[in-house]
């Protein structure tokens, strides 16, 4: 092979392998993008069933029931509210009436955690329970003035 | 008194700064001997002033002086004097200071170990560090003055958060930042050059120990902060590819490209485009790991400024930085050559491998950090990108990553011939397979994935072995002895070998934990039992203690394994009275060949608890593996002939064909 071939057999060769891992990196990319919802979505039937999504809201004062290593509470944007079920140790800053992202799945209208998100810092709201609490205000405005 | 001298010697840093900048910059450029003499003073009086600032903080935070507001935001009288001192770096303000002080170490460093470089390239390269000392310490003054004073003046403070009252936290960041700031001395090195265009192999032969003695403050930085996660924040995990670990990792692969970029710039005169822009990457990322930490865009335990003046700051200086180096580079680049040429399989093609791939991995990093922080910032939605997709993406980019660290080392430069290597080589497959089989065998369920992680140690332990055996073996009929020949090897070979072998470590860690761990929150009573394998967990319940500031419910589980009393755990529930936090303190019997982990959940009725009890195999090995690359890369570059001085001509080429990366 002459030089000028050698380079461009080693451009092509590069091309291709940045190719192929793009390729590998977007589409592992698409299929584990979690997208998050807010109770008031979930009960409008917007988030999928058989899907891993977050959920993010506060946790209502009084729900959560222990049993065993089962947590069972509830998780409300002040307009919606759904169950969550989570089998394992809460973190430290998980607290009734306090901010909560939860990651898992909906089954029969509960929401099965596979994973409740610790926070570092408790005067910290976790960006995911602003937005729904946020959300959910917003709705409830609307609702206020259609039925003005 | 104290804060406000530590903040005057800020502001004259700055007039300083502005000096180093540009005086020595004009010299170079003019010619002029006087000006360009002025930067070495310059970075020594920077770094003192930066130095003392430090130290009035230092002074403020161990005479407990609520006076100043960063002082009372993350102290407490009841903090011990050690994390009273390391509380200086507990917060935005502090870190900062700390980031500024390494930067003006570095260039100090630069100014002490530059005699051999001639004037003209010391006066550009100290110049340059000295515009982003300018840049950071007019982000100090203007944005984050941890000098503030706080009036009136509270009684107390408002104490360090407890998460980071801890050893690891002692180290982890000093660490890391000498990492991330060290790469602005190759980013200097590289903009010097391409104002002065002397881009040869001589400038990489200069480059090289600062990048690689960068890369080992980053790698140790990056091990402490995960092993810090995983004793400290209690559920057990090392890597949770979270924003924050990601903008530390993301400057190391490309650091690591660069480290062997550098190589074939310094021994065949080549890739140095490639080279220049990678040294210039490097640190931009390093800026932007900075600004995404700093600015608040992340939440999370680094994430302290809640200003939106400091992101803007940092982002403004990200732009400008990147954004002039690569205009710059994008100017003088044409100009640098292609270097020598070389075959289409030679040692240059399968370090360009290493190159792409690292940089793809890099890029794969970046866009699961940043793609989820952009579509927030365009109001398109909230998603998160987690741990399966970095998984997804890592194995496949790794597997040939691997397979060429095995080749690399071994196939000659400008040119190699496939039937060579493969004889040379068959020996190490044929180990490797067997070894993987065997292991496979003999623990069973390792899967897919866990045979492929297990392939990859063995190769490279197999093909590192290989290596050394050639080089020990007697050849040309020269009968010296194999320890003459042991001690002919350069050290930066046998940091390469140390590297490449703390690699092997690493990956034989993660795959073993991958496959090998047990986790089980279990809800125990006093006298319950768990059992994992052989080793039996006994809860012998919870008292109360006391600590220095704070209170803790400490637990008790006796260990057993085939029968045989091992050890005892005391995993900790503390509460901070100071911050009202709670925090869990794992108990962790560390092992050669496994860990025991045990952490307390919640107190469940009837004084049982729910605790978490885990057996992680080998998970010690990581980080083992990660003091041998930093330990390689200490070798490295202390080889003799960054110490030699300068030769009128390179004599990299000539050398080239026997001497390795």
Known sequence: ?148 | MIPELGHFALWLALGIAAVMGTLPMLGAHRNRGDWMALARPSARALFALVGFAFLCLAASFVGNDFSVLYVASNSNSTLPLHYRITAVWGGHEGSILLWLLMLTFWSFAVASFSKHLPEKVTARILAVMGWLAFGFLLFVLATSNPFDRLFPVPSEGRDLNPLLQDPGMVIHPPMLYMGYVGLSVAFAFAVAALIGGNLDAQWARWTRPWTTAAWIFLTLGIALGSGWAYYELGWGGWWFWDPVENASFMPWLVATALIHSLAVTEKRNSFKNWTVLLAIVAFSLSLLGTFLVRSGVLSSVHAFATDPRRGLFILAFLVIVIGSSLALYAWRAPSVGLGARFALLSRETLLLGNNVLLVVACGAVLLGTLYPLALDAMNLGKISVGPPYFETVFVPLLTPLVFLMGVGPLSRWKHAELPDLASRLKWAAGATVAATLLAAWLKGGIGIVGAVGLAMAFWIVASLVTDLFERLRPAGGVRTGVLHRARQIPRAVLGMMLAHFGIAVFIFGVTMVRTGEVERDVRMAIGDTTEIGETVFTFRGVREVAGPNYRALRGRVEVTENGKPVTTLYPEKRIYPATQTTLTEASIEPGFTRDLYVSLGEPANGGAWIVRVYVKPFIDWIWGGCLLMALGGLVAATDRRYRAKVRATSTASITAGASPA
Do not use: C
């Not at chain 1, 506060?58 to 947590?71: C, E, N, P």
């Open chain 1, 1 to 148: 092979m002459k030089p000028r071939h050698k380079r461009l057999a080693v451009a092509a060769g590069v091309v291709v392998a940045v190719g192929a891992a793009a390729a590998l990196v977007l589409n592992a990319f698409q299929s584990n993008l979690v997208f998050f919802y807010s109770p008031s979505q979930i009960a409008a039937h917007e988030a999928p069933e058989a899907r891993t999504f977050r959920l993010g809201g506060m946790v209502r004062q009084g729900t959560l029931k222990r049993d065993g290593i089962r947590a069972d509470f509830i998780v409300t944007d002040t307009a919606k509210e759904i169950p969550v079920r989570f089998e394992g140790i809460l973190p430290d800053l998980f607290k009734e009436g306090k901010g909560v992202v939860a990651q898992g799945q909906l089954k029969d209208g509960v929401f099965i955690a596979h994973e409740v998100l610790a926070k570092h810092d408790e005067n910290y709201m976790p960006p995911e329970a602003a937005e729904a609490l946020k959300r959910a205000q917003k709705g409830n405005q609307k609702l206020a003035e259609t039925q003005k």
